[in-house]
């Protein structure tokens, strides 16, 4: 079993929907998450991250984290077509990171 | 503010040859360093971490090694070159334990 499942999708919805990702994780070691998004053929780029369980808001990016069922999710809000990307979860135990495999993102005009 | 450089960012080589690939980050002091290998419709597979000059670990067995020879440049090698070798590597840094990673903009490997 992987410690950090994610849903590799694809994923299209229209502009001005609400996109929902999803990544769960076996691991209670874990201590910070994040959301990393990356375009094709280039590095990944942080958009969010928490410590502790509960939602957080970043204009119209949600994150949110739930520890006891260790299931994070990423809200974003008012979709946009620059919003086409894969998006990676991400969680940290000490100095390792371990990632999800992404999910690719389609936005339609 | 604190930037990586990766380089080069696009890279042929034979199999059977040497590979050295290159990572700086500016504007911080003692980062961890990070490589990750990225295969296509893949996650990020850690490769090798350094809390500190001439401090490596290894996460997998493989044909590739990392180096730290300054505070803030990180290296990954390899002696002979696979044709399993080819993908996307990217160089990460963070300022501690259980923070943000910051990513260069990775270097796309061919193995022929």
């Not at chain 1, 410690?3 to 502009?15: A, H, Y």
């Not at chain 1, 991400?90 to 993102?105: C, E, I, P, Q, R």
């Not at chain 2, 604190?2 to 980050?25: K, M, N, R």
Request: with cysteine.
């Amino acid at each position: 079993q992987k410690e950090v499942e994610q849903d590799p999708g694809p994923l299209s919805v229209p502009e001005g929907a609400i996109v929902s990702l999803n990544c769960t994780y076996s691991n209670s070691a874990f201590q910070y998450f994040m959301w990393y998004r990356q375009y094709s053929r280039k590095g990944p780029e942080l958009l969010m991250y928490t410590y502790s369980s509960g939602n957080k808001e970043d204009g119209r990016f949600t994150a949110q984290v739930d520890k006891s069922s260790k299931y994070i999710s990423l809200f974003i809000r008012d979709s946009q077509p620059s919003d086409s990307a894969t998006y990676l979860c991400a969680m940290s135990n000490d100095y390792k990171l371990s990632f999800g495999a992404g999910t690719t993102v389609t936005v339609r005009a | 503010s604190q930037t990586i450089h990766q380089w080069p960012a696009t890279l042929v080589q034979p199999v059977g040859s040497p590979l050295s690939l290159e990572c700086t980050v500016e504007g911080t002091s003692n980062p961890n360093l990070y490589w990750y290998r990225q295969a296509a419709g893949r996650g990020l597979q850690l490769l090798f971490y350094s809390v500190g000059i001439g401090q490596i670990s290894s996460e997998v067995p493989q044909n590739l090694s990392a180096s730290r020879p300054q505070d803030r440049q990180f290296i990954l090698s390899s002696k002979k070159l696979l044709l399993s070798d080819s993908g996307f590597y990217l160089c990460a840094w963070s300022e501690g334990a259980n923070t943000e990673a910051f990513f260069g903009q990775g270097t796309r490997l061919t193995v022929v």
